[in-house]
Each structure stands twice: as C-alpha cells, then as structure tokens.
C-alpha cells in the first residue's frame, strides 16, 4: 500500500504498518495487515472513513478480533482498531453507556460496581460492545438484544441513533451482520438495580463454570457453531466422533467440542479443514447443517 496512505492516516491517528493479524485476534490467526489506525475521537473515526472511501481503500472495522477467522494471506487493505481508545463506560440510573471499542467484560464489572445487574451473562464473552451487538452475543439464555435500548451507528457518513426494533436483533444476528459497512460505535442499554454482592457472586459463579467447561488455555474464537434448534452443536460434534481431532495445530477442544483451538501456531487452512469437515459430516450423519458463529475475513 501507497506510503501516502499511511501518511494521510497518521494525520488523524496513530498508525503502524505490516501488524499481523493473529496479533489482533483471540484465535491467534492471520497473515499481515498494511496498515492499522487506532482513532482515538469520533472525529477522527469519521475522517478516516471519509478518506478511506472517497479513495476506495479496503477496510476492516474490528475491535478485540474475538470471532473473527482471518486467512494466513496479507491484507492489502486498512484494519480499523476502536479497543485501544474507544473503549469508554458510563452509567445514569438504570441506564449505562459504551463505546464500541469497550470489552464487555469490562462493562459487565463496571455495571457490578455500580449495583446494576443485567450485563451478568456478558461478563465472559472475550469481545468489545461493538462486537456483541453486532451478532447479538448472548450466554446463559441472555443476550444482548433484552438490554439493548439504542445502537449509535457511522452509516453513510453520519452518525445515527438505532432502536432496539430497528436493529432487527435475532439468534446471533442483526441488521449489522446483514449490513457490515456499518460501524457501531455505542451502545445505551437499560439495567436493573441489585445488590452488588448478589451480582458479584452470580459472576463469580458463571466464572468458575466457564474455567470448568472450556479450554480457555488456548487461543479459539468462543463456540464455532451456533445451536441448531432445539439441540447442541457441541453433541453432534461428539457424535461424528471429532472429540480431539486434529489438522496441524487446530485441535477439537476434548473440553468442549463445540471449540476449536489453536495449540501450536495454527494456519488458517488447518481450522477451516476441520471446520468443514465438521459441517459435512454431521450434514452426512444427522442430515443438519451447522452454521458458524465466527466470521471469516480476508479469504478468496
């Protein structure tokens, strides 16, 4: 890419240049980017969008990369990173605010703090807001769609204020997912007051499951495959047999099976191989066709 890319980015925010992605992902994945920006105000958010599509540069929005499976190929292209300093919370009564580069983690322990429960089921999902609203996160029969009250959208080179009804939320989906040249930028979502010992101990609890029943000691992008009605990804993934199977450094978690994980620098090519081996052959034994969870980036 141009160095005067790179030049007119750095106008606005800090820049770097040739970062691999598998830095910038929780599964560890992915070949070179050319250019990374960090905007650090809104306004410089929208001047870096503005320039990147009058000069139809390729882009990527991304947050803590938490679902994302990127290929081992470069990425010619300009990764937008909101966590570094998008990052902040607030919170008003019974309402709290972020930005959409904030870790849900993060937001989940603040709203503790301040005695506001709701955020409880969010408190392990290793991603931003951003992302979380983006495929309507949810955990422990929650999601983000109950608490959402409005989304703060960059669409067509405004900032624009969504309701709840207008993000078309849905199991793992939204209007986003449907229109990825949106950026959510905040989200404003309603909580209730509660004990802040009750709350604490709720996510301490959740905690201790989470460490129990999944292989967070390896780098994975969280469940592969969403649930088909009314049953669990992970039991027909045991049921072809796939429990610790493995393709290079992409192993099958014995754990949980419904995660995949990275044990020794895994190329994109091993996990998507046990992806799809994963999809036809449950397709072949239970005639469903599992859907992913994670998106896949930067592939031909």
Request: aromatic share 10%.
């Amino acid at each position: 890419m141009k160095n005067e890319v790179f030049e007119v980015l750095s106008r606005f925010a800090e820049t770097e240049k040739d970062i691999p992605l598998s830095s910038m992902t929780t599964l560890r994945i992915g070949g070179p980017a050319s250019i990374v920006v960090y905007p650090d105000t809104f306004l410089a958010f929208d001047q870096i969008m503005r320039y990147l599509n009058e000069e139809k540069i390729s882009f990527k929005v991304i947050g803590k990369g938490s679902d994302l499976l990127c290929s081992d190929e470069r990425y010619d292209g300009v990764v937008i990173r909101l966590d570094r300093h998008l990052h902040h919370t607030y919170f008003s009564g019974n309402k709290a605010y972020a930005e959409g580069g904030a870790s849900v983690i993060a937001f989940a322990v603040n709203a503790m703090k301040c005695g506001l429960s709701g955020l409880e089921f969010a408190s392990g999902i290793p991603g931003t807001v951003g992302g979380a609203v983006f495929m309507n996160a949810g955990a422990y029969r929650s999601c983000m769609a109950e608490i959402t009250e409005r989304v703060l959208v960059y669409k067509d080179g405004d900032f624009v204020w969504m309701t709840n009804e207008e993000c078309c939320f849905s199991y793992r989906e939204s209007i986003f997912t449907r229109h990825p040249e949106w950026v959510i930028m905040a989200a404003e979502v309603s909580l209730q007051a509660k004990d802040r010992n009750e709350i604490e101990e709720l996510m301490e609890d959740r905690r201790s499951r989470r460490m129990a029943s999944q292989p967070l000691e390896y780098p994975s992008c969280g469940s592969v495959f969403r649930n088909p009605e009314g049953m669990n990804a992970w039991q027909l993934i045991d049921g072809i047999g796939y429990r610790g199977k493995r393709r290079g450094g992409a192993v099958v978690s014995e754990k949980h099976c419904n995660f995949i994980v990275n044990t020794n620098s895994a190329s994109a090519e091993d996990y998507i191989a046990l992806v799809n081996e994963i999809i036809e052959l449950v397709e072949e034994k239970y005639e469903i066709t599992l859907v992913t969870e994670m998106e896949k980036f930067n592939w031909k």
